[in-house]
């Protein structure tokens, strides 16, 4: 089993769900990341947005739900 060691300075909410594929691992990784380096919170809103019908047309069901169930969380770390 393929496992994603988290790298300092990285949230657990960064990784990308552990059903993900192997081959999907890093492009689901690098859109997490892409969410977190967003500068204020409509920007963050908008890109998980993308990311969540990314992940769903990929049929990443699972990681799209954490997306979407994370959000809120992800928020609290916004400074704007």
């Not at 192997?22 to 492009?27: G, L, N, S, T, V």
């Not at 069901?61 to 916004?78: H, M, R, V």
């Amino acid at each position: 089993m393929l496992s994603y060691r988290r790298k300092e300075g990285e949230s657990s909410d960064q990784r990308p769900p552990r059903n993900t594929p192997a081959k999907r691992m890093p492009e689901v990784a690098a859109m997490l990341k892409a969410i977190h380096a967003s500068e204020d919170k409509k920007a963050v809103l908008e890109k998980a947005e993308a990311v969540y019908v990314k992940l769903e047309a990929m049929k990443l069901k699972e990681a799209a739900k954490k997306i979407q169930d994370s959000i809120a969380e992800t928020l609290t770390y916004c400074q704007r």
